[in-house]
């Protein structure tokens, strides 16, 4: 049995990239989420984050020339945890949230599982059957590159 430390956890993902969103929607699946919605803009994430719970959350910081603080404060006023990421580094982060999380682009399918464990306490009980490994499978967004070229 393999161990999904994000079994019937439900995430929100704000991210304006389509195939980074992509990307990360694979790793969260594989990860076990129940449920992943997504968001790019702010608007779209604040009438998510008022309609929907959540277990977690992933801002990217930079929407387009949005920043995602308004979501991380929404968020926080829930007590939803959440984690930055960012290429910019923690030098992209105002003062009041350098002491959250923060994953750098690009980051790894390693990283991302590391930190959403750290985020979000698993049930040790929750394990599920192994599946056949992809021959090409992903581990970031260089692997997803690679792994999607004519």
Known sequence: M??????????L???DEMLILMLIEDMLADLGCE?????????????????????AAMLDVNLNGDRSFVVADALAKRGVPFVFSTGYGIEGLTDSYRDRPLLRKPYRYEELAK????????????????RREQANSSTGVEGFAAAHQP
């Open 2 to 11: 393999t161990y999904k430390p994000l079994s019937g956890r439900r995430v």
């Open 13 to 15: 993902v704000v991210e």
């Open 35 to 55: 449920s992943i919605s997504a968001a790019a803009t702010v608007k779209q994430a604040l009438a998510l984050i008022d309609a929907q719970a959540f277990d």
């Open 115 to 130: 930190i959403f464990e750290s985020l979000i306490p698993a049930d040790p009980m929750i394990a599920v059957a192994p």
